[in-house]
């Protein structure tokens, strides 16, 4: 148990509908970040927050946002829902010193 | 090109093998570099982070980064059945909490059998 926690573990929506992820990091972790894993593009980074502020952003699509909030838990917003947005999504926290990530159990999102 | 490369395998070994995973980088700037293990429909789970070039042991596992090659690896001794998985090379320009992000690999479908 990496102390990461994703809510919820599975969710079914349809084309162009919005959902929330859910993600709380580890105790005292700063940092959150957002990873989607699809089967043809691997794991790829989507976005990272520091202590409330968006610090670093990867090909993350204009659909979806993210939010950090000051109980540090973090927030992925996906909205405009294609068929190609079914993915595991996953956060990953990290603290101090600086180093490793570690990842959640993911939300695994199927849109049909 | 992918800036990091790492053959899919699948790869099949006997239990009691040692084990060799690989990637290769394009990025200089990498300086961070990991390995995660993630079982089927798990979340990745960190094994070994080293930074720059070397080695670095850790029980049945040894990390080493040769940065003049822009090549990684990771070793596994006396693999187990419960060593199949999914092997995750990772790699970061920046130490994380500042601005950063993790770049990987596709990852090496390991299969160790009886």
């Not at chain 1, 349809?14 to 940092?31: H, I, K, M, Y």
């Not at chain 2, 040692?18 to 300086?31: E, G, R, W």
């Amino acid at each position: 148990d990496s102390g990461v926690t994703q809510t919820p573990k599975h969710l079914i929506t349809a084309t162009g509908q919005r959902v929330t992820l859910r993600c709380s990091p580890r105790s005292g972790d700063l940092s959150v970040y957002w990873y989607q894993q699809s089967l043809d593009q691997g794991l790829q980074f989507l976005i990272q927050y520091y202590n409330g502020e968006e610090r670093a952003k990867g090909n993350i699509l204009e659909r979806f946002s993210a939010q950090q909030f000051p109980d540090l838990h973090s927030e992925l917003n996906l909205s405009s829902l294609e068929l190609g947005d079914s993915a595991l999504y996953f956060c990953a926290s990290s603290g101090t010193p600086p180093g490793e990530q570690y990842f959640g159990p993911g939300t695994r999102l199927t849109v049909t | 090109q992918k800036e990091v490369e790492q053959d899919p395998g699948p790869l099949s070994v006997p239990e009691g093998a040692i084990v060799s995973l690989n990637c290769t980088y394009s990025n200089s700037a990498f300086q961070y570099f990991m390995w995660y293990r993630q079982y089927s429909r798990k979340g990745p789970e960190l094994l070994m982070y080293t930074y720059s070039s070397g080695n670095k042991e850790d029980g049945r596992f040894t990390a080493q980064v040769d940065k003049s090659s822009k090549y990684i690896s990771l070793f596994i001794r006396d693999s187990q059945p419960s060593d199949s998985a999914t092997y995750l090379c990772a790699m970061s320009a920046h130490p994380t909490g500042t601005a950063s992000k993790l770049t990987f690999g596709t990852g090496t479908r390991l299969q160790v059998t009886l």
